[in-house]
């Protein structure tokens, strides 16, 4: 599909995205791609000391109540995530295996460190993944959009849906 006419960022607001790793490399190579995450299959946080899978239904899991697990848990998920893309077609791994981030208090879960109180104005969970299930991928060099779904066989998607 042609992608001359459209970036990363207006298909990430239109497409109303949970995620975008932008890149304007136009070189060959992996730097050429830009990767939304449109829909989620669920997202790994941090929150309160608790480690809790959310989904896009509103439901939720907690995990784990030990906040040293965090990492544990998101190499589990991390791993168990497939690599769906067609080497011949898209030679760059698809980021499955979460997009996020650990905020500066996780540091304390991971290590004996003792961190100075911060003022937490943002009220954000100490860290989040975003596992994506629909992706749209930019091919800035060959000005192309590639579509990508994770699924499980039993849960086959619609293509043209």
């Given at each position: 599909?042609?992608?001359?006419?459209?970036?990363?960022?207006?298909?990430?607001?239109?497409?109303?995205a949970s995620a975008l790793l932008e890149s304007a490399v136009l070189d060959i190579g992996k730097s050429r791609y830009s990767f939304l995450v449109v829909t989620e299959r669920f997202?790994?946080?941090?929150?309160?000391?608790?480690?809790?899978?959310?989904?896009?239904?509103?439901?939720?899991?907690?995990?784990?109540?030990?906040?040293?697990?965090?990492?544990?848990?998101?190499?589990?998920?991390?791993?168990?995530?497939?690599?769906?893309?067609?080497?011949?077609?898209?030679?760059?791994?698809?980021?499955?295996?979460?997009?996020?981030?650990?905020?500066?208090?996780?540091?304390?879960?991971?290590?004996?460190?003792?961190?100075?109180?911060?003022?937490?104005?943002?009220?954000?969970?100490?860290?989040?993944?975003?596992?994506?299930?629909?992706?749209?991928?930019?091919?800035?060099?060959?000005?192309?959009?590639?579509?990508?779904?994770?699924?499980?066989?039993?849960?086959?998607?619609?293509?043209?849906?």
């Amino acid at each position: 599909m042609r992608a001359d006419r459209i970036t990363p960022q207006v298909a990430f607001l239109k497409l109303n995205a949970s995620a975008l790793l932008e890149s304007a490399v136009l070189d060959i190579g992996k730097s050429r791609y830009s990767f939304l995450v449109v829909t989620e299959r669920f997202r790994l946080s941090l929150e309160h000391e608790e480690v809790i899978l959310r989904y896009p239904s509103g439901g939720y899991q907690v995990e784990s109540r030990d906040a040293g697990d965090y990492l544990k848990i998101l190499k589990r998920l991390s791993s168990e995530a497939r690599d769906v893309a067609d080497r011949k077609l898209f030679p760059h791994p698809l980021p499955a295996g979460g997009i996020g981030f650990l905020g500066y208090e996780t540091a304390a879960y991971m290590e004996d460190a003792v961190l100075a109180p911060q003022q937490d104005d943002l009220q954000l969970p100490d860290g989040i993944f975003i596992f994506g299930e629909d992706f749209v991928i930019f091919d800035h060099y060959k000005d192309e959009l590639i579509l990508c779904t994770i699924y499980e066989e039993k849960n086959k998607p619609d293509a043209q849906k």
